[in-house]
């Protein structure tokens, strides 16, 4: 049973990681890599090479955990610091994918947060929780 099924006020010992992936543009010459999943135990895989969208095109995201989809959870897109910050929020569908309108120029953050009941090398674990986040500038 996962955290979302409605066991969030239950307390316990949790063990988390975290799986992050920047993506960086250099040049002009734009290849598919950043569309290949790595094989992360959560992460988030662009759909789109962000350095290609032009503004107000969207952005999809594709969540993997343990290489596949990970339906209906919150993924949150950030770009900005304070009061100049913007934020979207959206849910993944039943393959994973949620999709953002990148509406500002700079630096996004895109990340996600699994959490689920402990499944080994429990004794003195109740939880795992996973922390992805993709980072790229456009």
């Excluded at 999943?37 to 992460?43: D, R, S």
């Excluded at 699994?114 to 922390?131: L, V």
């Amino acid at each position: 049973t996962d955290i979302q099924a409605g066991r969030a006020k239950v307390s316990g010992r949790e063990r988390y990681s975290r799986n992050l992936k920047t993506i960086l543009q250099v040049g002009e010459v734009v290849d598919d890599l950043p569309l290949t999943p790595l094989g992360q135990t959560l992460e988030l895989v662009p759909q789109q090479h962000p350095a290609t969208l032009l503004p107000q095109e969207p952005l999809t995201v594709q969540a993997l955990f343990e290489g596949k989809a990970l339906p209906n959870r919150q993924i949150v897109a950030v770009q900005g610091q304070g009061k100049q910050q913007t934020r979207q929020v959206a849910r993944t569908d039943a393959l994973g994918k949620a999709t953002f309108r990148l509406d500002r120029s700079g630096p996004w953050v895109i990340r996600l947060v699994h959490m689920r009941s402990c499944q080994q090398d429990c004794q003195k674990i109740d939880w795992e929780s996973y922390w992805t986040a993709l980072s790229f500038s456009r």
